[in-house]
């Protein structure tokens, strides 16, 4: 890899997600070294390790002989099923720790999606590069970890409670000269990744010694009798690590001696074959422990609840202040949890975390009747105060948004509903909406809507504008068949509350026409589109932005059903409008000049379509981002455009790289996903082979099949191309009968404050 020009680096998925970075961030990527012992580990639970010796060998034989391994939970009559509490984080860090001098870098990434470790890898651009980290998006600073990684060997990445290993494979193959090491509560879908190295209870000997340690304290030796009581108890708590750690914690903490700590907690073994309910013992273990915190510090037990309602890694201890009254009392009542083995902090204590099973238990404590459950309010109102003012405030925003979704997504049933939460889980969604991401934004328009129906009533103006937008949202993720039937009762409503032809009810109607469209139904889109528009141009004039997209939409569904000459001079005249009202670079002039493109070439016009096309891909990679479902679509219709021309060299290869980011930010059978996947084996059949064509065509015909059903055009077109490329295979040449999918860009309107009155 040259340094001295501006290098592309891959950061997901097959190398689909391409960041380019500029000259002089590649050659700092290259020059800049990590400092001696530079890491970022937790600090260990209880500081405390036995009985995992020769797991601990077997972990580093493993990484020096593969160079990559996940600690996995065991299978077999010991095993725990379902939730956590085993140790694997522990044995990871406990490694971490012991050879962090083996490695030139040593780095902690919490790997529960993609998300996350992109999150972590752009951590680690801000430790070694903050000059540069400061300055550029979280996006450019994982590129520039990855970068670092390829260019200084001798790393160990920790990826931590990783859901899917598929998710690691990308990375595991572009950084090859380090160790990888992931945990992992899934024993399966390993054997392509990493050898794996399952995980089961501690050995009663090791669980004893550990709960000596943890209760006594380290250089005490237990008498015999203490040691025998130890083993009594240790045997109760099914030497669950996790149990045992909160056991010694409190014995050590409150100088409760081990017989009378036995009476006070009763058998807590589960009877059931197999092994232990981890639920059970650990919530037998609480009636005390969190006894014995809330005398300490009443403050502390506060922050506990609420802290079961948010995502367990990673939150910030600025998002917890409001619940203290100084940052000192803070810092006390964090202290004592962490005393009490609840929580663990990061290396720079600005962040805390919380096991997941802590939180399964603390959201099962019973709550006064009518009353939401402990801390479930103060979550709540963490949220509402943490929305930044500053919409562009990314890194205050890419903090938040794990937290606000794990708490729409926690929501307990009965729980009193509040409009101040709805707003907040809104305006997280709208931000992920003007980045693109609409299907990650579900979870919190379902939460919203549920609590301004509870609210404020089935066709309030807030419920209507939430239920809009969750069809809207619904449509985006591909779910038509949810988002038509939200759209058309939405509709209804605003025409009964508003009348038929206020802004918002013509807003709702684009919307509908919209859903018609994407699933075929072409005939009752232009209706819809051809009423609208004159209503549209008559109460808010013939340039203003709802009326262009209004008319956008329109020359849309002429060109989908063929009427070019209509659509052509209405994708013209959109765009020149928008051009002077909006700007050259606004995202709904790159929306029209899209459009124009893909009429240019419906026409056969591809001199002028190649153009725009290339044109408007470069616009929106520097407006919208790489992975933006808009610039997916410009990637792929400039990929349409040069198979059209015969170039295949150029086409195939960015149909390829379109498909994988598509899986990658939309999901597997996203409408998108499924035309990349059309397009693809379309190239490929057009260069003749058919062995990588025709099983693409299979899958894909079956997916549009479960998703858009049996008649959709997109399945007929999927259809007919599968029984070309068969022919073909049979030597029946009908090259001219492939069909591919080019997308035009029918983004949903969700309602915004900002809507016209």
Known sequence: MAAGGNVGVAITGDGARVVTLPAEAADWARTI???????????????????????????????????????????????IHGLGGIGKSTLALHYAHTHRHDYTLVWWITAQDTDQIIASLAALTTRLCPHWAATTGQSERAAWAILWLQWHPGWLLVFDNVEDPADLRHYLGTLTDGHHLATSRTATGWHAIAPTMPLGLLAPDAATTLLCTLALGEGHTPAPAQRRDTATLAAELGYLPLALEQAGAYLYETGTTLADYQDMLGQVMDTAAGGIDPERTIARIWRHTLTAIEQRNPQAIT?????????????????????????????????????????????????????????????????????????????????????????????????????????????????????????????????????????????????????????????????????????????????LERAIPLHETTLTQYEQVYGGTHPYTLNSRINLAAAYQEVGDLGRAILLLEATLPQYEEVLGDTHPYTLHSRNFLACA???????????????ATLAQREEVLGDTHPDTLTSRNFLACAYQAVGDLERAIPLCEATLAQREEVLGDTHPDTLTSRNNLANAYQAVGDLERAIPLYEATLALCEESLGDTHPYTLGGRNNLANAYQAVGDLERAIPLYEATLAQHEEVLGDTHPHTLRCRNNLANARGAEAGIQQPDKTTPATAPDLRPSPDTPEQPV
């Open 558 to 572: 002429y060109q989908a059903v063929g009427d070019l000459e209509r659509a052509i001079p209405l994708c013209e």
């Open 33 to 79: 070294q990590a400092p001696p012992g530079a890491g970022n580990l937790p600090n260990s639970p209880s500081g405390v390790f036995v009985g995992r010796e020769s797991e601990l060998a077997e972990l580093r034989r493993l990484l020096c002989a593969e160079g990559e391994a996940a600690v996995t939970q065991a299978s077999g009559t010991r095993a």
């Open 303 to 479: 922050l506990l609840h609420a802290m079961a309602w948010l995502a367990p890694d990673d939150i910030p201890r600025t998002l917890l202040a409001p619940l203290c009254t100084t940052r000192p009392a803070l810092g006390e009542a964090l202290g004592v949890l962490h005393a009490y083995n609840m929580i663990s902090h990061s290396p720079d204590r600005r962040h805390v975390n919380i096991h997941r099973l802590i939180q399964t238990v603390l959201r099962q404590q019973p709550s006064e009747p009518d009353a939401p459950p402990p801390g479930r309010h103060d979550a709540e109102s963490l949220i509402q105060q943490a929305i930044p003012d500053d919409q562009t405030n990314t890194p205050d925003w890419e903090q938040l948004l794990p937290q606000a979704l794990a708490v729409a997504e926690s929501t307990p049933p009965h729980t009193p509903a509040s409009t101040k939460t709805a707003n907040a889980y809104e305006a997280v969604a709208q931000h992920l909406h003007r980045q693109g991401r609409d299907a990650h934004s579900i979870p919190l328009h379902e939460a919203a809507l549920t609590q301004y129906e509870q609210v404020l009533g089935d066709t309030h103006p807030d419920t209507l504008q939430s239920r809009n937008n969750l069809a809207c949202a619904s449509r985006a993720a591909g779910d």
